[in-house]
């Protein structure tokens, strides 16, 4: 078999961007790399993106094949999933055609057997893996999906007690009310990353918070594991690479505003908290301490210039709290709003809030660029003794720079319920380890910062809303609706 095998081979130095395979061309051959790199990548499916760049889904060395599946398998006209190209520095590749292939295993029956045995180990190695990611719960649960074929299985990563003490009855209850789908939803504490993909083997779509990693890597595991659905638990989707959920053919759903005003109400919290030295002034109490003296002194709100940048839906309404208090309002948003110029704001230049406002509230979406809007070169044109309060997300703020900026007496107080590195804290209990990340420790440490662990958001009416129009845009899917179809799509 292997000598007639070598004979059907040819050998072929490709140079680098040699294409062997397109996507969507028939595949009629198969590749074993002698040396180098094959690149697999895949374009983005979908109206509106016919020009887009292809994304990377694989690298395949020395030693790999590629191609012999189906060939072994199929006819001609199978398809290729993706294009297979020669990388950095070219490739030395041996190239069977498939249907000369075929015709040797037709030819010899021993032949045909040796691929079925081939196959077969494949199968049997594959079939391990895919066991040993299950567990007993789940294995029951294909049980129950043989059973029962409208059954949609969810898994929800970054689970922390408030998401299952609410998505479970709520599951039940969808259950429970006559529809034919019925949701089976599992919890893990995991949280989605190349490493915990796998863990997604057999559900049909997973649920995702804000810290979860759907990167490219991430998204082909859980596309080959059989998930179809990215359904977001939140507003933002910054750390999903929305291009590569297309490529894959996966549809990604969010929910688009649970509860505005939550965030609005939590950013006023922050910035009377900081203001007031609420937290140095309870605790100085709670000691039966009742002096006063100037580290609890404030300010009124009242005639001072505030700042909003950002006026989205959460930014109005935040604009709207604020004209209470009698404050000054200057405004920055790329999209101006008549609701805000109707309540009094002004729409200015960045310049023009960083020179002249007492207070500044971040409500801007982090995007390329928003980044960083708070950074060192900011410094020096603000108002000294600036407060500034953060309940959008972290990143908007070079952590560097703020904690620069404390120490300088450039910012008077900081509210924050995000920070840029808390992917590795936030919604996790670190009060019995050492905390590594410096900047952080040096917020934490200072009487001048009010931190909360992002929760802006988190109020029953919220809570409500993301677990009903989770599920909602589950059921959707469900139903038979796909990608911008979808009412919550991205």
Sequence with gaps: FQDD????????????????IKESDPINAFLLIESGILIRTKRPVGKGHEDDEPIEIERLGPGRATGFLHVAGCQDHEVAYATIAAGEGGAKVWVGAGGQFRKMCDENPKHSAEVIKVLSLVLRQN???????????????????????????????????????????????????????????????????AKTAKFAASYDAVCLFVNDTADAVALRILSMCGVKLIAMRCAGFDRVDVKACKTFGMSITRVPAYSPYAVAEHAIALLMSVNRRITAASARVKMSDFTLDSSLLGMDIH???????????????????????????????????????????????????????????????????????IN????????????????????????????????????????????????????????????????????????????????????????????????????????????????NAI
């Design 127 to 193: 079939t391990k893996i895919l066991r040993a990611t299950l567990d007993p719960h789940s294995i029951q649960s294909d049980i129950l999906a043989i059973q029962n074929k409208n059954v949609f299985k969810v898994l929800c990563y970054d689970t922390t007690s408030w998401v299952k003490e609410n998505f479970e009855p709520s599951v039940t209850s969808f259950n429970e009310n006559g529809k034919d789908l019925k949701l089976e939803m599992d919890f893990t504490q995991d949280r989605l990353d």
């Design 5 to 20: 095998l070598v004979k059907l081979m040819v050998r072929f130095d490709a140079p680098e961007g040699h294409v062997f």
């Design 376 to 487: 060192e070169k900011v410094l020096p044109k603000l108002k000294k003794g600036v407060i500034l309060i953060n309940t959008s997300r972290g990143g908007l703020i070079d952590t560097a720079a703020l904690v620069s900026g404390l120490r300088s007496g450039v910012f008077g107080g900081c509210g924050l319920d995000v920070f840029e590195n808390e992917g590795d804290y936030f919604f996790r209990d670190w009060s019995g380890e050492a905390i590594e990340d410096n900047e952080l420790v040096s917020l934490l440490g200072s009487n001048r910062v009010i931190m909360t662990p992002h929760q802006a958001f988190f109020t029953r009416e919220a809570i409500d809303n993301i677990v009903s129009t989770t599920l909602e845009n589950i059921s959707n899917y469900a139903s038979g609706l796909r990608g911008d179809n979808l009412p």
């Design 303 to 373: 005639g001072k210039t505030v700042g909003v940048m950002g006026t989205g839906k959460i930014g109005r309404i935040l604009c709207r709290i604020i004209n209470g208090f009698g404050a000054n309002l200057l405004v920055y948003d790329v999209f101006e709003s008549d609701e805000v110029k109707g309540m009094g704001g002004k729409y200015v230049s960045q310049d023009e809030i960083w020179k002249n406002c007492d207070v500044i509230f971040l409500m801007m979406p982090l995007l390329p660029a928003t980044k960083h809007t």
